[in-house]
């Protein structure tokens, strides 16, 4: 009763409408893969590291030529690496002298939640870029919890939860995706000595990869397809785009179509989807005879229990892949192609190895990764169910939870603080679902058994059309309100969105 009529779902599918660059594409495999600076602590004491970050403007070369102004953390795309050592504090210091207000998340992060990045914790604009004539923050300033400030905010990061590769991003109330879409994006990697001592590729052969998807203007400029640019005060994104915005030149790092020269010897690839809406299948080509090249070591949340061989991952915007491939397995002077098996044309492929020369390799991947996860069906007090779907939000398409667009005023579940719960999730489509604060493990799938991609501590799930995922968390570590969402960034602004308040 009450819920919307899914008038989305009647129109032609437009899944997979992409954005057309207005740009001759760059040639794939000529740029090196770029590695984001590791940002340098401006302090530290005995329990903790503090940073500062800078939110600004600045320009980027990614179509050679042509110079894309982007927002970036410290003005890059991506923004500098933190890397952190679990247990131990870091305290981010965000100034923001971007034209629009910003919210930081750190994805993953086991954070309280006053510096979780709630949707509407704004830090204001400063600096001579800053558009103060505009409203805000649309409908968010009508949230009476909101914490905001103006200029500054520290963030506090305990960090305490297992080794990990987070990633920290813009999270304004609607505004999200066109935020990220320029730049609003970084690493941030949780190290502990349980990981560092199993002897998994380290160093150079330990590659941070962030994934995205573009479309560029004739000028150079990010293509976003916002019916206000950087100011409106609604979901911004024409009515075409509603099932999300898809670039078609992919970036590594920034980087379009990168190459990289490795030994022959195993590598850690550390991969994110921070792509705002487009899925990928991964898989390296050509194969090595025997196959099962892709050997997964941990999930969004950390290390499996056991390594897991795969042929392809697919990956939804969010999720984190930690894979050892072991270049060994090919000839010295071959060159291979991470490709994209859900893409056609310039989006088939990622980026390219070249296997350059011989080395010497003294890595490993032990049988035996990480204590398994204890948490049982039997250990849930409470069984919730959410449905994600099109609907109408007004007269608009838009993207609801429970037939409800998001609200920083309602509710939608209260956990008690350290309860176990099962969380059911149903989709029309696809949608990646994401839980702050927790961590959670995939039960089911379809019914059936979490499927072969599903192991491992996880934040976030693609749930596939049609399909049901029930997952499983300890809700612990802070009281407070957080949210849930699809990652699908264009979802989440147009409503996908809901709180659970942790009590
Ligand atoms: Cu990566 Cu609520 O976000
Ligand atoms: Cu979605």
């Known amino acids: 009763a009450g819920v919307a009529v899914p008038r989305l779902l009647d129109r032609p599918a437009r899944t997979g409408e992409q954005l057309v660059s207005q740009v001759p594409l760059p040639e794939p495999f000529r740029v090196p893969l770029p590695i984001p600076r590791t940002l340098d602590p401006i302090g530290s004491g005995p329990y903790e590291d503090r940073y500062e970050i800078v939110q600004r403007l600045g320009t980027s070369e990614i179509v050679p030529g042509l110079r894309t102004p982007i927002w970036g953390y410290d003005g890059t795309f991506p923004g500098p690496t933190i890397e952190s050592t679990s247990g131990r504090t870091a305290i981010v210091r965000h100034r923001n002298e971007l034209p629009v207000p910003t919210v930081v998340h750190l994805h993953g992060g086991r954070t309280p939640p006053d510096s979780d990045g709630y949707a509407t914790d704004l830090v204001l604009p400063v600096g001579p870029n800053a558009n103060t004539a505009a409203p805000h923050a649309g409908h968010g300033m009508h949230d009476p919890a909101a914490v905001i400030t103006t200029g500054v905010r520290d963030y506090t990061y305990p960090l305490r939860q297992r080794a990990a590769m987070l990633w920290y991003h813009d999270h304004r109330m609607d505004f999200t995706g066109p935020a990220v879409y320029r730049g609003l994006a970084g690493f941030h990697i949780v190290r502990d000595a349980t990981e560092d001592a199993l002897g998994l590729p380290r160093g150079e052969r330990e590659l941070p990869l962030m994934i995205t998807d573009r479309a560029f203007n004739e000028d ?284």
């Open 220 to 503: 150079g400029t990010f293509r976003y397809p916002s019916l206000d640019r950087t100011l409106g005060s609604g979901p911004g994104v024409e009515d075409d785009y509603v099932e999300g915005v898809l670039g078609d030149v992919i970036l590594v790092n920034g980087a379009p179509w990168p190459l990289h020269e490795v030994s022959a010897t195993r590598h850690r690839l550390r991969i994110l989807n921070a792509s705002n809406a487009r899925r990928y299948d991964l898989a390296l080509d050509p194969p090595p005879p025997g196959g099962g090249v892709l050997v997964q070591v941990g999930a969004d949340q950390g290390l499996l229990e056991t390594p897991v061989a795969h042929d392809d991952v697919p990956i939804a915007p969010a999720e984190r892949y930690d894979l050892v491939v072991d270049f060994g397995r090919y000839p010295v002077g071959s060159e291979v192609t991470l490709v994209n098996r859900l893409g056609s044309g310039s989006t088939a492929r990622i980026m390219r190895f070249r296997v350059a020369r011989p080395g010497a390799d003294d890595s490993v991947v032990p049988e035996r990764l990480a204590e398994p996860d204890p948490l049982e069906r039997g250990d849930a007090a409470v069984t919730r169910e959410f449905s994600l779907r099109g609907g109408l939000i007004g007269d608009r398409h838009g993207w609801l939870i429970n037939g409800e667009a998001f609200s920083p005023a309602r509710i939608d579940a209260r956990p008690r603080l350290g309860d176990v719960e099962v969380w059911r999730f149903v989709a029309d489509l696809h949608h990646p679902v994401h839980l702050h604060l927790v961590n959670f493990r995939v039960l089911s799938r379809g019914g059936g058994p979490p499927g072969p991609h599903d192991a491992g501590p996880k934040d976030t799930v693609d749930l596939r059309p049609g399909e049901s995922v029930e997952l499983i968390a300890r809700f612990d570590g802070y009281r407070g309100r957080y949210m849930f969402h699809c990652h699908n960034a264009e979802h989440e602004d147009m409503g996908m969105m809901a709180n659970f308040e942790v009590g």
